[in-house]
């Protein structure tokens, strides 16, 4: 069975922080190649926030999220973390985390998201 556990969201003032961890387990840690976090907001479309791949290179990050989010992994756990500082309500969204696995070009193992809410 594939699974994909997202924790950390919340509610929090603009300019908090918040710290996500997503947790992969079965058949979504089958030859991982990348993990990742996307966000989708009421009536907008899931957009890209951040990835990491699994053998070196460096992390992606979309430009809307760059230089207030970071995106790490654990040493020997298939556990990706996403740290959020300096928030804004724009970044009020359901998050997603996902898999790429080798031989694809997409992220094909989902997560059933946790929310961020930010306030003004």
């Known amino acids: 069975q594939s699974q994909l556990v997202e924790s950390g969201g919340g509610a929090v003032q603009a300019g908090g922080s918040l710290r996500l961890s997503c947790e992969a387990s079965?058949?979504?840690?089958?030859?991982?190649?990348?993990m990742g976090w996307f966000r989708q907001a009421p009536g907008k479309e899931r957009e890209f926030v951040a990835a990491?791949?699994?053998?070196?290179?460096?992390?992606e990050y979309a430009d809307s999220v760059k230089g207030r989010f970071t995106i790490s992994r654990h040493s020997t756990k298939n556990t990706v973390f996403l740290q959020m500082n300096s928030l804004k309500p724009e970044d009020t969204a359901t998050y997603y985390c996902?898999?790429?696995?080798?031989?694809?070009?997409?992220?094909?193992?989902w997560g059933r998201g946790t929310q961020v809410t930010v306030s003004s």
């Open positions: 079965g058949r979504s840690t089958f030859r991982m190649s990348a």
């Open positions: 990491v791949r699994w053998n070196g290179g460096g992390p």
């Open positions: 996902a898999v790429k696995h080798l031989g694809r070009d997409d992220f094909s193992s």
